[in-house]
């Protein structure tokens, strides 16, 4: 539980120091899934604190069957760690020794989460068998439907109620602790309503270990599927120099904006009709035919769209379903459109086509809803006969697709890159940090879809087995370490003080602070958009990389900010430094020579046609040699942003010899070999 030490004078008011052994930061499965595994090995001593215990990605997103992926050991297909690991080598700038640890830890991953009451579907025979997902040869994909991570949240909570975990709400983390010898010793905090409190909401919680679980970069986009009520805090790492790996590598692909949902599965294997209008919601035109030469061609893009969501540099060509994407991406990005799925009506096509019917569809498609007995004769129809849960979803939310067409967008929807850790998930560079769930950046270009599930759980086990095997080893020095942090949030302490006396001075409202910090995060929105987003050029990069330095350097200075808005502009901090390494690492990529690849194309002149009727993309083909390495990110001596690239490592040699294994086991010498 957590223990007030004792309190220090900061900038002249008085912050309480408080110490736990281990301190999780962030409230999403990961996190609360390393709180369960630390408890059942007897680690008692532990403190959970977030901004919102009801925020976050896990609990508030999914989409029409959310995937967990895990190793597939309830089918007639053979399958084994060793083939899971290459799967996910596929994709390129991957490790392969991570690789086959979220691999080989994914069974007990999954079984854990059966145990807490995880309700995944089986046969009567006991098995969780599964379907196949994108990036995936197995069938490995298993789901709850649109909610699998929300339960996930919802039964480790439920344990760690029944555990009498603690749980500290409504604390912002605002700066991490670096002690000496580069270990992280805890964070400073902002509980948001005690921000009118003589110490303005400020505690600072020191530990011996501490869990990074906040998520991926939800609110850097303005194209996004992030929930509203998560952020993220990547940037608190990157502020203490935590070495970062393939933040290049974020996945794109059509969202609803309205209700932040992906539009994936049978959403699209429905065949709705895609529309847009001018701004005012006029002058509707059917954008997609145009590009396409057949009903057979343009529902076969349409229909795979279900199975291949996100956007793939790769299915572009030759009328592939991510030229869906990029035609939508046009459309709202270039022309200032709005665009729209429908489905009430079919698919508008060429009138030389002919009448639209099941006897002019791709084969596929019209196999895969006969076999559903989902054919009939408008997409609602058939999405009410395939998944009515997918329609009811959007009704909850007080969106009837019986009456209306949803607006989308090519929306930012997961981070494979983030913080570099080892196979513990222990920080490359950061001793006693270890940052899971997307934070972590385990994956590489490419990964299965649900992967990010499986990796988040499997990240949390092993840390919680590392923080563990660590048992009571260089404790921290809490009286040094408390002198330490001192020195580092002074600067913190001293710019909110600031802050606020300009705002009761110039009679500042929480309204008219919002505002400015509305325009300040709008700005660095839409450059991570357009620079960094989908579609990305070199020219673009490096006058967007320059704009986000100086953004970060200048656009907080003399600001008014009303106590109660203190958290706003903190979190917003930590972001304008986070965006510098993101398109600091996206320029120097191009630099290299990298090409299109993943979930985003490389505009460049030199480059080939992404369509015939495209004629001013060109798109700069992948550098495949790159997918051999890992782009790592780190501040220099000198305290710059720099890059190094590092060959990705193979899989493993793996000795399984009992013996050998069980002495290990008994000396826990793993840990070090």
Not at 76 to 87: C, K, R, T, V
Not at 472 to 479: C, F, I, K, N, T
Not at 516 to 533: F, N, P, V, Y
Request: proline content about 4%.
């Amino acid at each position: 539980m957590l223990e007030k030490k004792s309190e220090i004078q900061v900038a002249g008011i008085t912050i309480p120091v408080y110490f736990s052994p281990v301190l999780i930061i962030g409230s999403g499965a990961a996190a609360l899934s390393c709180a369960v595994h630390l408890q059942r090995m007897g680690c008692d001593d532990l403190v959970i604190a977030t901004d919102n215990a009801k925020g976050g990605t896990s609990r508030n997103t999914g989409s029409d069957k959310q995937t967990y992926y895990r190793l597939n050991d309830s089918s007639n297909l053979p399958d084994s760690p060793l083939s899971m690991a290459n799967s996910y080598l596929q994709g390129g700038a991957m490790h392969g020794d991570i690789a086959f640890v979220e691999s080989q830890g994914s069974l007990q991953a999954f079984y854990n989460l059966i145990a807490l009451g995880v309700p995944f579907p089986h046969n009567k025979y006991g098995g969780f068998t599964g379907y196949k997902t994108d990036h995936d040869p197995s069938q490995r994909g298993i789901s709850l439907g649109p909610f699998t991570s929300k339960v996930m949240v919802e039964k480790l909570e439920q344990e760690l109620t029944r555990m009498h975990t603690q749980i500290l709400d409504q604390e912002e983390a605002v700066r991490l602790i670096l002690a000496e010898d580069n270990r992280v010793a805890g964070a400073l905090f902002l509980n948001k309503g005690k921000t009118n409190s003589p110490s303005l909401g400020f505690s600072l919680i020191l530990a011996d270990h501490v869990v990074f679980g906040t998520g991926g970069p939800a609110g850097f986009y303005a194209a996004s599927v992030y929930p509203r009520v998560h952020t993220g805090a990547i940037g608190l790492a990157m502020e203490i120099g935590a070495e970062a790996v393939n933040l290049t590598e974020s996945q794109f692909g059509i969202a609803s904006t309205k209700v932040r949902w992906n539009l994936s599965g049978s959403y699209q294997q429905v065949l709705p009709r895609y529309f847009s209008t001018d701004q005012e919601g006029n002058d509707e035109q059917d954008f997609l035919s145009p590009y396409f030469s057949s009903w057979e061609k343009i529902s076969s893009a349409i229909f795979l769209k279900g199975y291949q969501w996100p956007f793939d540099a790769s299915k572009i060509p030759q009328n592939g379903s991510s030229l869906i994407d990029l035609l939508v991406y046009t459309e709202t990005q270039v022309k200032n459109r709005r665009v729209f799925l429908d489905f009430r009506t079919n698919i508008s096509g060429n009138v030389t086509w002919g009448p639209f019917g099941k006897k002019v569809l791709d084969e596929t498609a019209l196999d895969y809803l006969e076999k559903s007995n989902a054919w009939a004769e408008t997409p609602l129809e058939r999405l009410l006969l395939l998944n009515p849960d997918a329609y009811k979803l959007y009704l909850d939310k007080h969106i009837d697709l019986a009456k209306e067409p949803i607006e989308i967008d090519v929306c930012a929807q997961h981070n494979n890159g983030g913080l570099a850790s080892d196979i513990w998930w222990e920080s490359t560079n950061l001793r006693r940090f270890y940052p899971i769930g997307e934070v972590n950046g385990s994956h590489g270009v490419n990964r299965p879809g649900g992967s990010a599930l499986n990796a988040g759980q499997v990240g949390a086990l092993r840390c919680a087995q590392r923080i563990v095997g660590y048992g009571s080893e260089h404790a921290l020095q809490v009286p040094l370490a408390q002198e330490e942090a001192r020195m580092q949030i002074e600067p913190i302490v001293e710019l909110a003080l600031q802050w606020t006396k300009k705002a009761v001075d110039e009679h500042i409202s929480i309204q008219m602070a919002k505002d400015t910090l509305d325009a300040i995060r709008k700005s660095l929105q839409q450059r991570m958009s357009h620079s960094g987003g989908p579609v990305r050029s070199l020219h673009d990069l490096q006058d967007s990389y320059a704009d986000a330095v100086q953004q970060s350097t200048q656009a907080l200075q003399g600001l008014a900010i009303p106590a109660a808005f203190l958290p706003h502009a903190l979190r917003l901090r930590h972001m304008l430094i986070a965006q510098t390494w993101y398109l600091f690492a996206i320029q120097e990529y191009l630099a290299a020579g990298g090409g299109s690849r993943g979930s985003f194309v490389v505009f460049d002149t030199t480059g080939e046609e992404a369509h015939p009727s495209l004629t001013d993309y060109r798109i700069k083909a992948e550098n495949k040699d790159m997918r051999k390495i890992c782009q790592v990110i780190s501040y220099s001596g000198e305290g710059t942003l720099q890059q190094k690239f590092i060959p990705c490592r193979a899989l493993p040699d793996m000795d399984f010899w009992f013996e050998k294994v069980w002495s290990d086991f008994r000396s826990s010498t793993y840990f070090s070999s």
